[in-house]
């Protein structure tokens, strides 16, 4: 039996972030999951429990990138996970870097002006960080989810996630230059040498070479 590995994007992106990542087939089922519009008033852990509906096997490996894995840490509440696998994230938001604390406290995060944020370059800067410029045109494919009801819903969800204790036995897989969520922040994690936040597309080669025996590992 394959063992069926689900994997959630990160904030806004699509799953042509994971283009590059492959599996070995005889081992492993890769399902690509895809942001939805948020109902209204909707919760993370609602929209957790929505999301689930699409995980259609029993005992899945769940991998969320950035929000993604944040997302997976609510969805393996409702459903029982084989392992979950954080990739450019965090376990807890006592990980969250200063300026992400500073716009919970203050809400701040209000003023980001989301409808501008659909313009690809500022949504590429939130998402990804600063180091994206050059290659803007070769993000516009990784960006797909520029609604702005699912942006306004995504950043607050993200600045105020509830979860101020680690779950227990989250993999967690982190870029040692991430500028999202800088690593001085982060406790219990495997560094990726060079990874930044987005390494899930220009740290392919380790994660393909890591990700099995992540997975495989009791």
């Not at 982060?186 to 560094?191: E, L, M, S, T």
Request: charged share 30%; aromatic share 10%.
């Amino acid at each position: 039996m394959r063992i069926p590995v689900y994997f959630m994007p990160g904030l806004a992106a699509s799953t042509a972030i994971f283009e590059n990542i492959v599996l070995p087939e005889d081992q492993f089922e890769m399902v690509l999951l895809e942001w939805k519009i948020p109902l209204e008033k909707e919760t993370l852990q609602e929209y957790a429990k929505r999301m689930c509906g699409d995980v259609k096997h029993e005992n899945p490996v769940l991998v969320g990138v950035s929000f993604g894995g944040i997302l997976v840490q609510e969805m393996s509440e409702f459903i029982s996970a084989r392992k979950v696998i954080i990739i450019s994230s965090v376990k807890s938001n006592k990980e969250m870097p200063r300026r992400m604390k500073f716009a919970k406290k203050t809400l701040a995060y209000k003023l980001i002006p989301t409808g501008l944020i659909s313009n690809i370059e500022a949504l590429a800067k939130f998402s990804f960080g600063e180091s994206i410029n050059k290659r803007l045109k070769l993000y516009e494919k990784f960006l797909n989810m520029r609604d702005k009801k699912y942006l306004d819903w995504a950043i607050e969800n993200v600045i105020l996630w509830s979860r101020s204790k680690p779950k227990e036995d989250v993999v967690h897989v982190h870029g040692d230059k991430d500028e999202v969520f800088p690593p001085e922040y982060i406790k219990d994690y495997i560094p990726v040498p060079g990874g930044t936040h987005v390494m899930i597309i220009n740290k392919f080669k380790w994660l393909n070479e890591n990700l099995p025996k992540l997975i495989l590992e009791n």
